[in-house]
């Protein structure tokens, strides 16, 4: 893939129609008004038929999985063929749509794609049939909000290593006990993903088994908190998790199976986390860049428009050079998809690592060429430079993706 | 029922600063232009869909048909119509230069004339000529009735006849017309209850205004026909009766801000100046 077909650009043109119908104008109410970003998120969806759509295929690959489970053959087309034009075309437009509404509020498409991709990939990759099915629908129209918690206050970066979140077998249920913090769309939450080790006495910290369970707003001894103040995203809500002595049954357990270690496969979830960081990076590098070439175009200093100096054409020029690298990452990620096939670990990483630098140089660069402008709220780099600064941070961050595609190289 | 809807593709009305006037003023340049349907050729869409559905079962009543004149990249502002759901189209292939509303209001006559619509439902005017006439020629060459500036349309007796009320300078003008007929639209036909069809229940709300394609709805739109045509195998009098002898760009704006002390001064500088009061 080198460009996006006639048919991508008229979904991008629908979306972009709805963002600036229903977004732009009320960017203050989701960026500084505490207007939670579920219900335009929702409408969204809905018009254009994007959940509808997820739920169909969601439905009928879990109805042929529950054939394959109960005895029937997989038939022979099926086989490794999850690729072709169709599954392109969808992954092309999914990246149209964090594209353009990351133009507009990136923290929408954090907020989003921690329900829509974390939560109902973890459920979808780890998760019973009778648990996805359960679940997963309701979180693909949005008409629920999902959180995925592993972080805590002591692990971060170094995520299992420092873990203190617990699970205690009782009776054939388990007690949770733990706090998390940073959680996406925590505060509102309906299903939240909770990450913690098995305590049974014996196993000390560091070999004990890591498993995830499923949880419901509500449920007695889970608190939700109000959203944090924080620098970015304020259009997705960041809060903490705290739960004390959470009772819950073995039907909660995803996977049900204590068997089913967290720490294999979270790579998968890791990887498809990183891969949708380059459309972030992309959408903001491009309103950075639309409005810098109009600003340089018009603001006039010393007789003539900025946009003549050579030191400005400098800064219009590496944005387009990092538009352009981000931009065929996407094009490459569209491409695998196309041909059935996914990004290795350590090439997520390389493109997350790339786009978020390159898009936190272009934010900061945009910031400088509107001057005293740029630093004023009422100019839109302002925030988007704020919001761009957390691609380098969450989803790993910079330094732990260098480290980990060097330990890559380096792997004999 | 059968609905023709004309869809005329203009230059997107946010790029309009961007129009210019080739050097000997004899016509408007389009080069890097976006483009878009006439809005108000959309909101006729958007009627005629209403019209043709059952909406909260998502059933379909009826044909929608679509008909641009142009040059063939055209089909791409036609694609968008069918995305929101058209069933297929016809583009009458023509240099913009061949066309006036006369020679557009005839060459739909031979198309009403093959495809014998039930109603042929089109925007009040497009945003870039202004002219508000193809409709109402139409209408004349057909001999059928005509209700122009419809702000809600609803089917009466069976689908024989449509209730439209106009909207006219001192309100709303409501008439009957028996189908076939020739309606043309104004902005507030897409308003949520603008239009009902007896089948849609009443309570039904519409979002405001032209509906977004589905993402479905794109896909689709790439497998729907769209039938070409050329203007000169239509048989008609390609005669034009309207020419443009000059176009000219209008004066560029003195966008000056100049504060003035008393209400005596301001009123003088409007009045003499800037010749408002
Ligand atoms: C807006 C936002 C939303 C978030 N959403 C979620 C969510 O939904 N769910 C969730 O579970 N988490 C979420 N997080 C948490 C996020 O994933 C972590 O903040 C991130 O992984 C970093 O962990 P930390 O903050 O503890 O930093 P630390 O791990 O304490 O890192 C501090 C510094 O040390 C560096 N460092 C750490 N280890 C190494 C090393 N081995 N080598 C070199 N340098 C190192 C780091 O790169 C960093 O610069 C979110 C965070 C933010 C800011």
Known sequence: ?412 | MKILVPVKRVCDPDNANKVKVSDDGSSVTSDGLEWKPNPFDEYAVEAGLRLNENAPKNEKLGETVVVSFGASDVVQTMRQTLAMGADRGILVQADDAELDSMVVARALKSLVDAEQPDLVLMGKQAVDGDSNAAGQMLAEMLGWPMATFAMNIATDDGGKTLTVGREVDTGVLTLKVTLPAVVTVDLRIVAPDAVSNGVTPADHKYNDGARYASLKGIMQAKKKKIDQKKLGDLGIDTGLTTTYPKFELPPARTGSCEFVETVDELVDKLHNEAKVL
């Open chain 1, 1 to 412: 893939m080198i460009e996006w077909s006639e048919q991508h650009l008229a979904a991008r043109d629908a979306f972009r129609r709805f963002i600036d119908a229903e977004i732009r104008p009320n960017i203050e109410d989701f960026e500084h008004n505490g207007v939670p970003p579920y219900d335009v998120l929702r409408k969204l969806i809905a018009t254009f038929g994007i959940g509808e759509m997820q739920v169909a295929s969601f439905r009928a690959r879990l109805d042929k999985e529950r054939a394959i489970a109960a005895g029937e053959a997989e038939p022979e087309a099926d086989k490794g063929a999850r690729g072709g034009s169709g599954a392109a075309d969808a992954a092309a437009m999914q990246n149209l749509l964090v594209i353009e509404l990351s133009r507009v509020c990136p923290g929408m498409v954090t907020a989003m794609g921690v329900s829509q991709g974390l939560c109902v990939g973890t459920l979808n990759s780890r998760g019973t049939l009778d648990q996805r099915a359960k679940y997963v629908p309701e979180l693909l129209t949005m008409e629920k909000v999902g959180a995925w918690a592993i972080t805590e206050p002591g692990s971060g970066s170094d995520a299992f290593g420092s873990m203190m979140s617990t699970c205690r077998r009782d009776g054939d249920g388990y007690v949770l006990n733990g706090s998390k913090t940073f959680i996406t769309n925590g505060p509102y939450a309906d299903t939240v993903i909770f990450i913690c080790k098995l305590d049974d006495g014996d196993t000390p910290p560091d070999k004990r088994q890591v498993l995830s369970f499923i949880l419901d707003r509500g449920m007695e001894g889970l608190t939700q908190s109000r959203p944090l103040r924080k620098m970015g995203q304020h259009s997705s809500p960041t809060g903490e998790l705290f739960l004390e002595d959470v009772r819950v049954g073995p039907e909660r357990l995803l996977g049900e199976s204590e068997k089913l270690s967290y720490r294999s496969g979270a790579r998968d979830t890791f990887s498809s986390e990183r891969s949708g960081t380059s459309s972030i990076a992309l959408g903001i590098v491009q309103e950075c860049m639309e409005l810098s070439i109009d600003y340089a175009r018009n603001r006039v200093q010393f007789g003539q428009p900025i946009g003549q100096f050579q030191l400005i054409q400098q800064k219009l020029a590496k944005m387009e050079v990092a538009r352009m690298n981000i931009q065929n990452m996407i094009f490459r990620q569209i491409e695998l998809r196309k041909q059935g096939k996914g990004m290795s670990f350590a090439e997520a990483s390389a493109c997350k690592l790339y786009s978020a630098q390159a898009c936190m140089e272009v934010a900061l660069e945009a910031v400088q060429l509107f001057g005293g402008n740029g630093y004023m709220a009422e100019y839109r780099v302002e925030q988007l430079c704020r919001d761009a600064k957390v691609l380098q941070i969450y989803a790993g961050t910079d330094e732990i993706q260098t480290s980990q595609i060097a330990r890559d190289l380096l792997a004999e």
